[in-house]
């Protein structure tokens, strides 16, 4: 099991800045990719940034790109989303996931937090 435990939501104006943090614990020696989701109102939850626990190789959705920053604490069994350059758009609930060596997909999920970016 991982647990993941998430942090760092608010509520910030249109082209303001947010970092996001997520925390994991139990069995992280079987990690393989951490990554952030985000869930709209009325929308599917869509991935947005990912990255490979070994290689630290990050990859971003197309809408993200350029603007938010996924980076990797090994000590500390940390992943952040940092996020500029905020857009309207950009609010929604966000997820931490770990696809893990066990599974084949994102198999461990946060509770959530919440991100609103106001025009």
């Known amino acids: 099991q991982v647990q993941l435990v998430e942090s760092g939501g608010g509520l910030v104006q249109a082209g303001g800045s947010l970092r996001l943090s997520c925390a994991a614990s139990?069995?992280?020696?079987?990690?393989?990719?951490m990554g952030w989701f985000r869930q709209a109102p009325g929308k599917e939850r869509e991935f947005v940034a990912g990255?490979?626990?070994?290689?630290?190789?990050?990859y971003y959705a197309d809408s993200v790109k350029g603007r938010f920053t996924i980076s990797r604490d090994n000590a500390k069994n940390t992943v952040y989303l940092q996020m500029n350059s905020l857009k309207p758009e950009d609010t929604a609930v966000y997820y931490c996931?770990?696809?893990?060596?066990?599974?084949?997909?994102?198999?461990?999920w946060g509770q959530g937090t919440q991100v609103t970016v106001s025009s």
């Open positions: 996931a770990v696809k893990d060596r066990f599974g084949g997909t994102y198999n461990y």
């Open positions: 990255i490979v626990w070994s290689t630290v190789s990050p």
């Open positions: 139990g069995r992280t020696f079987s990690i393989v990719t």
